[in-house]
T-cell receptor, first 113, second 113 residues
Framework: DQQVKQNSPSLSVQEGRISILNCDYT??????FLWYKKYPAEGPTFLIS?????DKNEDGRFTVFLNKSAKHLSLHIVPSQPGDSAVYFC????????????FGKGTKLTVNP | DTAVSQTPKYLVTQMGNDKSIKCEQN?????MYWYKQDSKKFLKIMFS???????INETVPNRFSPKSPDKAHLNLHINSLELGDSAVYFC????????????FGPGTRLLVL
């Protein structure tokens, strides 16, 4: 029962262009969403988050958009850089819950020079 | 100055053996987690401890026993290892409090032969 889905296992973009990574969720009790970035042989590192009371959060080149009615969020990276090449995990937290992160399967982003 | 460290990084062992994985964090956090990333790349929570007390136990076989000797350490002991236990195990930590970021260790790659 996948509550957080990342349907694209991989994405390839050119340096300087926009990368858009998508994430869908099924559990309407989720109220906080996070993106983690993971390089090979390392643990995931936190990138950006958004609360369900917002529809957008921006941090430098990274912007996360949340569409609650569609249960969909996306991460935009612009401009993309080769160092952004990594696996990106979408994760969600339940309101009033025990801070138990529920992860998607990840999308491998490759940014070509 | 590693924040969350795990030992060993790699572990190859035979079916039926008992093994332990250790995790230490020097961030002063009071909550620690174990996650498992299986062959399908799903990252799933296994356990969480807060101040040495178990707060999350996600239907994990009782061959897996976490132990937290103090707030900075959370070890995972696995008895009677099975082929299906082969995975990458990640430790994470955070400060107690709503929406505090979880910091992950580099992972322990366990291969059961």
């Amino acid at each position: 029962d996948q509550q957080v889905k990342q349907n694209s296992p991989s994405l390839s973009v050119q340096e300087g262009r926009i990368s858009i990574l998508n994430c869908d969720y099924t559990n309407s009790m989720f109220d906080y969403f996070l993106w983690y970035k993971k390089y090979p042989a390392e643990g995931p590192t936190f990138l950006i988050s958004i609360s369900s009371i917002k529809d957008k959060n921006e941090d430098g080149r990274f912007t996360v958009f949340l569409n609650k009615s569609a249960k969909h969020l996306s991460l935009h990276i612009v401009p993309s850089q080769p160092g952004d090449s990594a696996v990106y995990f979408c994760a969600a937290l339940t309101q009033g819950g025990s801070e138990k992160l529920v992860f998607g399967k990840g999308t491998k982003l490759t940014v070509n020079p | 100055d590693t924040a969350v460290s795990q030992t060993p990084k790699y572990l190859v062992t035979q079916m039926g053996n008992d093994k332990s994985i250790k995790c230490e964090q020097n961030l002063g956090h009071d909550t620690m987690y174990w996650y498992k990333q299986d062959s399908k790349k799903f990252l799933k929570i296994m356990f969480s401890y807060n101040n040495k007390e178990l707060i999350i136990n996600e239907t994990v076989p009782n061959r897996f026993s976490p132990k937290s000797p103090d707030k900075a350490h959370l070890n995972l002991h696995i008895n009677s290892l099975e082929l299906g236990d082969s995975a990458v195990y990640f430790c994470a930590s955070r400060m107690q409090g709503a929406r505090e970021t979880q910091y992950f260790g580099p992972g322990t790659r366990l291969l059961v032969l």
